[in-house]
Structures are given as C-alpha cells and as structure tokens.
C-alpha cells in the first residue's frame, strides 16, 4: 500500500505531555500539508511543508506546536505540554506538487488528551 | 467564518432514493473537491471540479461546479447503504495548496 501512512492511529497523553503524530507521505510527494479535525467540523488546515522547508503555518497555533519535514525519515507533528483542547484528530496529506494540485490523506492519528 | 457551507447537515434515507448535498460560499474558488470520509478514517478523494459549469459523473455520484465557481452540489442517485458516510466538499482560492472545507453532510442510508 503506497498510500498516505500516520502512526500511531490512536494516541492518549495525559495533560503536559507532549505528543509526537508522524506521517509518511505517498511515494514520490514531496509536499505534506497537516490539519486538524474537531468532532462533527470539517478539517481545518494546519501547516504545509515541503522537504526541510515549512512553507506555510498559519493555520498552526503559534505555542505548543511545530512540525518538520525532515530531508529523511517522516513528517512530524509535535505538540508540546498538550490539553485538554488539543483532542481531535490529525490528518496528513500529501501531493506529488504544490499548487493546484490533488492531495490524499492518511487515515490520520486520534489524539485524546486526559 | 465558515467560508464554505454545506447542507443538509444530516440526511437520513431510504435504500434507492435519490438525494442532493449542496456546497455553497460567497467565496470565488480555483477548484472545489468532494471527499467522503467513513468513521475512523481520513478523508477519501471522490473528484475535482475545475470549470464552472463542469459536470462530472463517478457510476452514480453526479458532481456540479456552479458557473461562477462559487457553488457545488452532489447527486446520489438509487442511493445504496455503501453510501453511508460523512461527505465534505473543500475549495482552493487561486491554486492555492490550502484546502478550505466544509463542516460535511452525514448521509445515513437505511436499507
């Protein structure tokens, strides 16, 4: 299976620790974009990078969140001394190009903070 | 602000009705895609509209991008209980790689 992979699947953290989702993006993308889904919402874009490049993080809170996209290895969503309000689930995708072009995502990681 | 609202929110119907999920904005969108997202799962690409007035057909999904690249509406036709999902529509502004979408339409078909 080629497809978008994000591990774990099912994440729980207690409040103040921290949670690292990864995603490895399709064979051959180069561009990986993250976002967020809150319960019964549609997703809410998050951050876009390409390899060692973060692009665009507006839609990242600007505390307790970073990503990177390493030149190898997976893309990583870290979030630093979660709460309660980081719950959701975290999707990642990715496209062969940036612009205009289709994105495919992974079966994305269910953060539940406790 | 949500910039793209779908209706109905939920839909409950009828193994072999037919139904229609709209997707609307005030916003001018480069292209517009429909994803069906099932419980548990990501969301799974279905199609990508890009010309106003452009219809495509997938078996028995009708999908519609409105002349002014403001709107779009999905048809289910003979709806099937394989149907069941969460439908989101999600547009790019100006070729933009940034997918704004929409808080979905939960289709539920009743054999």
């Known amino acids: 299976n080629a497809g978008v992979m994000q591990n774990p699947r099912h994440l729980v953290r207690r409040r103040g620790q921290e949670a690292r989702l990864r995603c490895s993006p399709m064979?051959?993308?180069?561009?990986v974009y993250w976002y967020r889904q809150l319960p019964e919402e549609g997703l809410k874009f998050m951050v876009y990078l390409q390899k060692e490049n973060i692009i665009d993080e507006s839609g990242m809170p600007k505390e307790r969140f970073s990503a990177e996209f390493p030149k190898e290895g997976p893309s990583i969503l870290r979030i630093q001394q979660v709460v309660r309000g980081d719950s959701a689930a975290y999707f990642c995708a990715s496209s062969l190009l940036g612009e205009g072009t289709e994105a495919f995502f992974g079966q994305g990681t269910r953060l539940t903070v406790v | 602000t949500q910039l793209l609202e779908q209706s109905p929110q939920f839909l409950s119907i009828q193994e072999g009705e037919n139904l229609t999920v709209y997707c609307n904005s005030s916003?001018?969108?480069?292209?517009l895609q429909w994803y069906r997202q099932e419980p548990g799962e990501g969301p799974v690409l279905l199609v990508t509209v890009v010309t106003g007035g452009e219809v495509k057909k997938l078996k028995r999904l009708t999908f519609q991008f409105g002349d002014a690249r403001k709107d779009s509406s999905l048809h289910i036709t003979a709806a099937q209980p394989g149907d069941t999902g969460l439908y989101l529509c999600a547009g790019a502004k100006d070729s933009s790689y940034k997918l704004i979408f929409g808080s979905g339409t939960r289709l539920l078909v009743r054999p």
């Open positions: 064979k051959g993308h180069s561009h």
């Open positions: 916003s001018v969108f480069s292209s």
